[in-house]
């Protein structure tokens, strides 16, 4: 059932996607894990994915996304279990010849089955990419309320990241993640623990209009919800296959 609602949900942003003007592009992956930050937010079960976006001349850029989820709500506390995650997001980017660029903006994480669970952050990057291809980057992200009104009053929270891109020969990449999850939501004792890195090991490879990527990651420290797969941390392996339409030549 997860996953056919996700399929339907993906169908409908392709559909979207196939009457829009140019400049507007639409990616679709399918996931073993949704992991988010070492955190998996489908209880260690596959997701469907799918993102509508436009990328204006300027810089500006504005875009959709969508996935299933499974937080395992219970239905006892008076809180819907939603199924669909929908994030909205714009920012301005600008790549300078010498290969830095520059990326702000904000996102809306938003569950249509219980919007509770509401929440924005704001980022600020930048990075380089050198003329060998090999690509730095970091980024800042802060959002006033992480996890929205599901926490008890106003719960901030900061995500700060770090990624290393290597081209291979035959069309292979490597990825290097670590990232850093602080601020007063995490010293609230969300699972029990505080403050913590995650970090990603990730192997690309593209097969003509798909990318695929292995990617292993581990979620540091953080203690998983006992005798659940829900908001797994356990060190684990993922697997995707992702296309960008319109295709072209």
Same mark, same amino acid.
């Given at each position: 059932?997860?996953?056919?609602?996700?399929?339907? &949900?993906? #169908?409908?942003?392709?559909?979207?996607?196939?009457?829009?003007?140019?400049?507007?592009?639409?990616?679709?992956?399918?996931?073993?894990?949704?992991?988010?930050?070492?955190?998996?937010?489908?209880?260690?079960?596959?997701?469907?994915?799918?993102?509508?976006?436009?990328?204006?001349?300027? %810089?500006?850029?504005?875009?959709?996304?969508?996935?299933?989820?499974? !937080?395992?709500?219970?239905?006892?506390?008076?809180?819907?279990?939603?199924?669909?995650?929908?994030?909205?997001?714009?920012? !301005?980017?600008?790549?300078?010849?010498? %290969? &830095?660029?520059?990326?702000?903006?904000?996102?809306?994480?938003?569950?249509?089955?219980?919007? #509770?669970?509401?929440?924005?952050?704001?980022?600020? %990057?930048?990075?380089?990419?050198?003329?060998?291809?090999?690509? &730095?980057?970091?980024? +800042? !992200?802060?959002?006033?309320?992480?996890?929205?009104?599901?926490?008890?009053?106003?719960?901030?929270?900061?995500?700060?990241?770090?990624?290393?891109?290597?081209?291979?020969?035959?069309? /292979?990449? #490597?990825? /290097?993640?670590?990232?850093?999850?602080?601020?007063?939501?995490?010293?609230?004792?969300?699972?029990?623990?505080?403050?913590?890195?995650?970090?990603?090991? %990730?192997?690309?490879?593209?097969?003509?209009?798909?990318?695929?990527?292995?990617?292993?990651?581990?979620?540091?420290?953080?203690?998983?919800?006992?005798?659940?797969? /829900?908001?797994?941390?356990?060190?684990?392996?993922?697997?995707?296959?992702?296309?960008? +339409?319109?295709?072209?030549?």
């Amino acid at each position: 059932m997860k996953l056919i609602r996700g399929a339907a &949900l993906i #169908l409908g942003l392709l559909a979207v996607a196939g009457t829009t003007q140019a400049g507007v592009t639409t990616t679709w992956t399918a996931v073993s894990d949704y992991d988010f930050r070492g955190i998996s937010q489908t209880a260690q079960d596959p997701a469907l994915q799918g993102s509508i976006d436009y990328a204006h001349d300027s %810089g500006w850029y504005i875009g959709a996304w969508a996935s299933n989820i499974d !937080f395992g709500v219970d239905e006892s506390t008076g809180v819907d279990d939603p199924k669909i995650e929908t994030d909205f997001y714009t920012g !301005f980017t600008k790549t300078l010849e010498s %290969g &830095l660029n520059f990326d702000v903006g904000g996102v809306l994480y938003a569950y249509p089955q219980e919007s #509770l669970f509401n929440y924005y952050e704001l980022y600020a %990057g930048a990075g380089i990419t050198a003329k060998n291809g090999i690509s &730095l980057k970091g980024k +800042f !992200f802060y959002s006033p309320d992480f996890g929205g009104d599901a926490t008890d009053g106003d719960t901030p929270a900061e995500y700060i990241t770090a990624d290393m891109g290597i081209p291979l020969p035959k069309n /292979l990449s #490597l990825s /290097l993640h670590v990232g850093y999850s602080f601020g007063d939501y995490w010293d609230g004792g969300f699972l029990e623990n505080s403050n913590y890195f995650d970090y990603a090991v %990730g192997l690309g490879y593209t097969a003509g209009k798909f990318s695929l990527a292995l990617k292993y990651i581990d979620g540091s420290d953080l203690e998983d919800v006992p005798g659940s797969n /829900l908001f797994s941390t356990d060190s684990k392996v993922v697997f995707s296959v992702a296309t960008t +339409f319109p295709w072209g030549e």
